[in-house]
Antibody, heavy 119, light 104 residues
């Protein structure tokens, strides 16, 4: 069974740093386009970042310079390092696989991990 | 690319035919996907490439459109279809519509 399991979410103060993990099973992260997508409470979905199979990384404007996506092939895990956190980073963070095809749909999602930025 | 969904919510009854719309701020060909999300759950892919049905998704769901205007149709609303639906463009860095909540 293909599965993505996020972890690392917690309550953190503004300006702090936090790392999220996405452990994959049933798929190899280094062969896929792995994404982070977030959803603020009661709001819609916002794409955050992607790491491609070739290692290239891209970010949404709202997080560029503060967040870093990476992966550990030996652990088959994708990470999101979040620095200089702000209240508007509060959200459920989902890990998702994006397919290389028309539309580049995200077909596999984890259950998410909750990040709350508050003093 | 901005994605605009309408309506933001709608009320419908079991068995109704429901049509949700999504408009892109610029042409995206058929790089459009639809997701269903229920409270406390991650999104579930329903339709990709504007009109292709994801494996395992009931055939009452269908998608159409190209360019800037797209629709998701549920031919006969079932109890498990009450949820929020999001469109997402994959033409450039992914962006999602604001969602349409389908309520009883």
């Amino acid at each position: 069974e293909v599965q993505l399991v996020e972890s690392g979410g917690t309550l953190i103060r503004p300006g702090g740093s936090l790392g999220l993990s996405c452990a994959a099973s049933g798929l190899t992260v280094s062969n896929n386009y792995m994404n982070w997508v977030r959803q603020a409470p009661g709001q819609g979905l916002e794409w955050v970042s992607v790491i491609y199979d070739d290692g290239a990384t891209f970010y949404a404007d709202s997080v560029r310079g503060r967040f870093t996506i990476s992966r550990d092939n030996s652990r088959n895990t994708v990470y999101l390092q979040m620095n200089s956190l702000r209240a508007d980073d509060t959200a459920v963070y989902y890990c998702a696989r994006r397919l290389y095809m028309t539309g580049e749909p995200m077909d596999i999602w984890g259950k998410g991990t909750t990040v709350t930025v508050s003093s | 690319i901005q994605m605009t969904q309408s309506p933001s919510s709608l009320s419908a009854s079991l068995g109704d035919r429901v049509i949700l719309t999504c408009r892109a701020s610029q042409t995206i060909s058929t790089h459009l996907n639809w997701y269903q999300q229920k409270p406390g759950k991650p999104p579930k892919l329903l339709i990709y490439a504007a009109s292709s049905l994801q494996s395992g998704v009931p055939s009452r769901f269908s998608g159409s459109g190209s360019g800037t205007d797209f629709t998701l149709t549920i031919s006969s609303l079932q109890p498990e279809d009450f949820a929020t639906y999001f469109c997402q463009q994959g033409y450039s860095a992914p962006t999602f519509g604001g969602g349409t909540k389908v309520e009883i």
